[in-house]
C-alpha cells in the first residue's frame, strides 16, 4: 500500500512566516540584518544549514557558539509569535481521513522537540502517528535522512512513498530518498519552482490534496 511522509511546517500548519519573523529578529539581535526574503528561501533546511547558508548571503560568518544562540533565540521567538500553530486549510481533515482510512502516514520534519509539539496537538497527531524530527537523525533536509527514517518506522519501502512538503528542500530531499514528491503551494514556493525541483504533482493545499488522493492512486474510504 503506498504511505504518505508529510513535512510539517507550512505543509500541515501555518507556520512558515512566524519562522521567517523569528529568524530575522534573531539574526538581527546578533549584528546579522537579513531580508525576510532571503530568509523565507532557507525555511525548510535543518537549523545548522540554514543558521550557515543565511550568514553566508549576509556577509557575516557566525560561530558555533553564534550559531547556537541565534537557534535557541529563534525557538523562543517562534513560541513568542505561534504559540497555538494554526492548521491549513483541510489539514486536519486530511490526516483524520487517512487514519480512517488506515493509510500509512507519518510526519517528517527539520523541526526539533519539544517546539513541534503545539503543532502537532493542532492537528490532533498523538503518539500512535509516526513522527520523525531533526533530533532523530543525523542530518536535516536537504539530505534524504528524515524520509528514509520514517518510511523504516511504517515499515514501507521508499518507491512506496510519497513525500509531501511545501519547499524546494523537501523536493530534493523525496529525490534522494527515492520518493515521489508532492509539493503544496501553502508555504509560499511558486508551482514552477516545485515542479522544476522535480516535484510529480503541486497542489495549493491539503485540502486540495485531500480531494485528489486519487490522482496519487490513494483511497481514502472509510474502512467497515
Not at 103 to 112: E, K, L, R
Amino acid at each position: 500500500m503506498r504511505a504518505l511522509i508529510f513535512d510539517l511546517d507550512g505543509t500541515l500548519v501555518d507556520t512558515v512566516y512566524a519562522h521567517v519573523v523569528a529568524w530575522q529578529t534573531a539574526l538581527e539581535e546578533a549584528g546579522i540584518p537579513i531580508d525576510g526574503w532571503r530568509i523565507h528561501r532557507r525555511i525548510g533546511m535543518s537549523g545548522g544549514l540554514f543558521t550557515r547558508a543565511v550568514a553566508r548571503e549576509a556577509g557575516r560568518p557566525l560561530t558555533a557558539a553564534e550559531a547556537e544562540q541565534v537557534r535557541a533565540r529563534h525557538a523562543e521567538l517562534f513560541r513568542a509569535l505561534a504559540p497555538r500553530p494554526r492548521p491549513l486549510p483541510g489539514a486536519r481533515e486530511l490526516v483524520a481521513a487517512l487514519r480512517n482510512a488506515g493509510v500509512p502516514f507519518a510526519i517528517a520534519t527539520s523541526g526539533g522537540r519539544p517546539g513541534i509539539e503545539p503543532s502537532l496537538r493542532a492537528l490532533g497527531i498523538g503518539t500512535d502517528t509516526v513522527v520523525v524530527a531533526c533530533g532523530d537523525v543525523s542530518r536535516a533536509k536537504p539530505e534524504p535522512d528524515l524520509f528514509l527514517a520514517a518510511a523504516a518506522r511504517l515499515g514501507a519501502s521508499a518507491g512506496d512513498c510519497y513525500a509531501v512538503g511545501d519547499a524546494v528542500w523537501d523536493v530534493l530531499a523525496a529525490r534522494r530518498a527515492g520518493m515521489l514528491g508532492v509539493g503544496l503551494l501553502s508555504g509560499g514556493y511558486g508551482e514552477d519552482e516545485l515542479l522544476r525541483s522535480g516535484a510529480f504533482r503541486v497542489y495549493r493545499d491539503p485540502a486540495e490534496l485531500l480531494a485528489s488522493l486519487d490522482e496519487l492512486g490513494i483511497e481514502v474510504h472509510e474502512r467497515r
